[in-house]
């Protein structure tokens, strides 16, 4: 229900009376843009000033605007308990919520979004006494959201729910360890165009994602339609010992996409 009613929220800010700020130099426009999305999504909760909390990394330009790579940088990463991405201009700005459980080690979040137009995007840590602080980053890119994912609803679709682990460091018991989850998924938004009948296909993306470690929750990860098509996600936890790291996910469809990755010791 709070998931469904934030989407609502969301959808519906899209829709008050101010035109999108496409110009870098319209900053007043984007300034009253990002109040609007603030108030919806957390209310009268005051957000302050996150520079001395994270950083938000984007390409100034996107090569891709169907693929921009986007990573959170917290500088205190144990006093964090949850990180909202917003990309202030898309059709549901929301791009993702990830709450952390006591294996994380959200030092690094990396993913992959679609950008609809010239925007400003923002990065807000929840802070584990409830505080708020948002970083922005203004991002030049156009037509993300309707791009083609494949040449055909069945070619993208093919091998969905697939999923790989890359691990990206040496696994050494109680350090960190960072990880590069990939999923097989078209995360059809609704707005694109199958490109052999010329009709919308209709949205299937992937909503929710669960990882845990032997069990302990590493992070829980909501998101909407502004997530690429075969997400990639690079995050860190803490394996204690060696073991398995669960990753469990959800799409529009109820579907239910399980893998279970082996986490070797460090002599195996």
Known sequence: MRKLLLYVLLCSATLLPLA???????????AQRWEQLRRAIFGNRPVQDGRDVLTLETPYRAEDAALVPVAMVLKKPKAIKGLYLVIDDNPSPMAAHFSFGPDADPHAIRLRVRVNDY????????????????????VKAAGGCSAPVGETVADALKGIGVMKLRMLGDYTPGKPLDVKLLIRHPDFNGMQMDQLTRLVTPARFIDSTKVTYNGALVFDLETGISLSSDPAITFGFVPKAAGQLRVVARDTDHTEFTRDFDIPGPNS
């Open 20 to 30: 999108p700020a496409h110009a870098e130099g319209d900053a007043a426009a984007r």
């Open 119 to 138: 925007t400003d995007v923002h990065a807000v840590a929840e802070t584990q006494d409830g505080k708020l602080y948002s970083v922005t980053q203004f």
